[in-house]
T-cell receptor, first 112, second 109 residues
Framework: KAGVTQTPRYLIKTRGQQVTLSCSPI?????VSWYQQTPGQGLQFLFE???????NKGNFPGRFSGRQFSNSRSEMNVSTLELGDSALYLC???????????FGPGTRLLVL | QKEVEQNSGPLSVPEGAIASLNCTYS??????FFWYRQYSGKSPELIMF????GDKEDGRFTAQLNKASQYVSLLIRDSQPSDSATYLC?????????FGKGTRLHILP
């Protein structure tokens, strides 16, 4: 069974631009969570989607948004990029009702 | 107080010895506890989860939970160089998985 995939793997943007990241969960997994990982703050929860609905949200500004499609694929959007948004963005999928999360390889975003 | 606290390390342990990794959490309502391993440049992978007080063993790994002390630990027996990684402690608080910043473990050959 294929693992969680994320595209693109690397991205360079400039301040003020916006970016969309994509995550395809493991087949059959309907829950997708997004995390931001930085050396200073560690791994921080952004939001979780289940059956196309945002089920939970972390403490990030409204510039960070996401959505989930009927095939469980999810996208995350960051608008008006700031230098501090440079990070590794990870998504993780899980089966309904399970707390076991499987992480994708991540998208490394550099904001210049 | 941070929600999930870990010593950042590095923790250096000789090959074959027991590595002991510790984690404390602030929310007494937390119900589920996880240990993830993250190799440099890779994404985290789940190695253990524990829900009840006491010990849970899986191969060379033992997770220990003490809810009264709000303390979770991970023991790695017969440490191998391949165990060198960052270990992330995580707790489920209100259906959000909150991670500690991780402890870097270095196994000395």
């Amino acid at each position: 069974k294929a693992g969680v995939t994320q595209t693109p793997r690397y991205l360079i943007k400039t301040r003020g631009q916006q970016v969309t990241l994509s995550c395809s969960p493991i087949s059959g997994h309907r829950s997708v969570s997004w995390y931001q990982q930085t050396p200073g703050q560690g791994l921080q929860f952004l939001f979780e989607y289940f059956s196309e609905t945002q089920r939970n949200k972390g403490n990030f500004p409204g510039r960070f948004s996401g959505r989930q499609f009927s095939n469980s694929r999810s996208e995350m959007n960051v608008s008006t990029l700031e230098l501090g948004d440079s990070a590794l963005y990870l998504c993780a999928s899980s089966l309904a009702g399970s707390e076991t999360q499987y992480f994708g390889p991540g998208t490394r975003l550099l904001v210049l | 107080q941070k929600e999930v606290e870990q010593n950042s390390g590095p923790l250096s342990v000789p090959e074959g010895a027991i590595a002991s990794l510790n984690c404390t959490y602030s929310d007494r309502g937390s119900q589920s506890f996880f240990w993830y391993r993250q190799y440099s440049g890779k994404s985290p992978e789940l190695i253990m989860f524990i829900y009840s007080n006491g010990d849970k063993e899986d191969g060379r790994f033992t997770a220990q939970l003490n809810k009264a002390s709000q303390y979770v630990s991970l023991l790695i027996r017969d440490s191998q160089p391949s165990d060198s990684a960052t270990y992330l402690c995580a707790v489920n608080r209100d259906d959000k998985i909150i991670f500690g910043k991780g402890t870097r473990l270095h196994i000395l050959p």
